[in-house]
């Protein structure tokens, strides 16, 4: 039995909205291998920051996580108290967001804002505690860390604020990193260089990372699984990269195609027709069928199962046989 | 598909390693250049609001001279002719002379040295009034921000209710239950005057608090308190010094007003409030009896507002419609 540090099942969170109940996430259950990376693919609002936040409990009202649960390290993390939650927020569990430019503190200096989550959770302050956050500045790689230390967000770019919040996020050494859109803020050789980081010193700390993105590009290359959502459900699930190459479901397809690349220089891009269904409304068949070229009449009337294709693969789709998995009947 | 991506992957890093020798080359540089980095020293929100104030000449007059009132209050008496108390009926409601520059009331009292001695009322009103409602203020207005729902909605009420009264009537009831005195004129003006601070530092709280910072210092492990007075408060307390400032001349004012009444300050303690009431009776005798004390109300009030509304230039662009 493979070594899991999370393990989510059936994790359902659902936002109560005026016009009617908004389920953002729906039934998501999957395992984090210890010291793996996992990507976690979709487009924007297919529940895989509130999947992240749900993870950390931060889900604020009208939003509740409504069923599942989520093993962190052997705990359900949904039976814990506010208090317990704060203690392994920061410490065992840490984010880093999409937004290096407001996630600072304004008021503070950077090291300042470090030595808090020092002094917070390792009980460290003063010299002890300046040493290290320079130590931290300078693990990820930020130049003159002396001089930073000194200095207020507003004088950084935005890849050196994401330095900052990343060197933030692994004060604690954290068991689990989770990058909710980390590059997405940054210009192209910033992100290759804050991916790099972030995959060194999960090496060197042996840190789990959970990476949440739009763009294939940061996932391929290094992360160990792969999860695609679409409207709040896994479509796909892949243990290894091979969804590049062999993608099983429409949308996995569609998506790759989306990507612009030199072999189709000069052509229209590839675009998914249609929206992201609305889902306020009920829903019947699968959800993507409408935007899907392969779709049948079958697609429009029943939704698909989570199915197991092979060992390393599940998908949710019609077109593909497999064993449906286990858990996972009854639940839609 | 995936040699695109790793196309795209390999571009990416050509451009890091370039952008890697550019910082070299330019840390080298500056080195070169005998310019330490250290140099680059950095300025906070602070020292910029000091120097964009220092510009406004308007501000910078009433700074100036709140600091020599309150230099005249703290040394009133070194600077004072006379002692306020001492009375002189046979040189009583004199004009003003060489002998006593503002003349004499009623009971042959130096009126300019009864001024000074005022002023130390004043700004004592000024200031302590401030020190007790912003306090409360602060607790208030944050509670009712970050919590939101029914805390919210508790304290947005009470602040409502008690915001309807006219704030004199509200005042002079609070005097008329405590007794005059000027404690009871601290505790007057101070437990209604945080009113209006709650209600601002609450507006700002919730626009504060779903900044991105606030999330991260929540997911950070943050507990609300740390949250509130670690990353929310500090962010508003440009604002928190402008509504101080511009809330002090109005309780100077109300002083003056409740010591007219007869219900604040009481003889003989000079205060320009009562001095005004007390020269009521000789206006048309001795006008400068009372215009003395009213023209030190008027520069003193004068002084804040406009000291005020620099600070809140300076300080909060924002709030210019305050």
Sequence with gaps: MADNLLEIKGLTTKFNLEDGVLTAVDHVSFEVERKTTIGVVGESGCGKSVTAFSVLRLIRPPGKITEGEIWFDGENLLKKTNREMRQIRGKKISIIFQEPMTSLNPVFTVGNQIEEVLKLHMGISGEEAKKRTIELLRQVKIPLPEQRYKEYPHQMSGGMRQRVMIAMALACSPQLLICDEPTTALDVTVQAQILRLINDLKEKNDTTVMIITHDLAVISEVADKIIVMYAGRIVEECNGQEIFTDPLHPYTEALLKSIPSDAHRGEKLYTIEGMVPNLLKEQKGCLFAPRCEYAKPECFETEPELVRVNERRKVRCHLRGGDPVQGQEGME | ?322
């Design chain 2, 1 to 322: 598909m995936a040699s695109s991506i790793r196309e795209c992957v390999w571009r990416k890093e050509e451009g890091m390693k370039k952008k890697r020798v550019w910082f070299k080359r330019r840390y080298a540089a500056l080195h070169d250049l005998g310019i330490s980095t250290e140099d680059l020293q950095s300025r906070t929100l602070y020292q910029d609001a000091w120097k964009r104030l220092k510009k406004n000449k308007v501000a910078m007059v009433s700074l100036g001279a709140i600091i020599i009132i309150a230099i005249i209050a703290i040394f009133a008496p070194l600077i004072a002719p006379y002692s306020p108390y001492e009375t002189d009926p046979f040189n009583n409601l004199q004009p003003p002379s060489a002998e006593h520059w503002c003349g004499t009331d009623n009971l042959g009292r130096d009126i300019l040295s009864r001024i000074i001695y005022g002023a130390r009322v004043s700004l004592l009103v000024g200031i302590v009034c401030e020190l007790i409602a912003v306090p409360i203020g602060i607790i208030m207005g944050s509670i009712a921000g970050y919590y939101g729902g029914i805390a919210d909605m508790v304290i947005s009420r009470i602040i409502e209710v008690l915001g309807s009264f006219p704030f004199i009537i509200f005042a002079i009831c609070v005097m008329f239950i405590l007794g005059t005195g000027i404690m009871n004129v601290f505790i007057a003006l101070g437990v209604i005057g945080w009113l209006g601070h709650a209600r601002q530092i609450r507006a700002a709280v919730i626009q504060l608090k779903s900044q991105d910072f606030v999330e991260a210092a929540k997911a950070s492990g943050a507990s609300d308190f740390s949250i509130i007075f670690r990353h929310l408060l500090p962010n508003c307390l440009s604002t928190v010094i402008v509504i101080a400032t511009i809330d002090i001349p109005s309780d100077i004012m109300f002083e003056a007003t409740l010591s007219f009444m007869g219900l604040g300050i009481q003889p003989p303690q000079p205060s320009w409030g009562s001095m005004i009431n007390e020269a009521r009776a000789f206006l048309r005798q001795v006008p400068t009896y009372s215009i003395f004390p009213g023209i030190a109300i008027m520069i003193l009030v004068l002084a804040f507002n406009t000291l005020g509304d620099g600070l809140r230039d300076a300080l909060d662009p924002k709030l210019k419609n305050l």
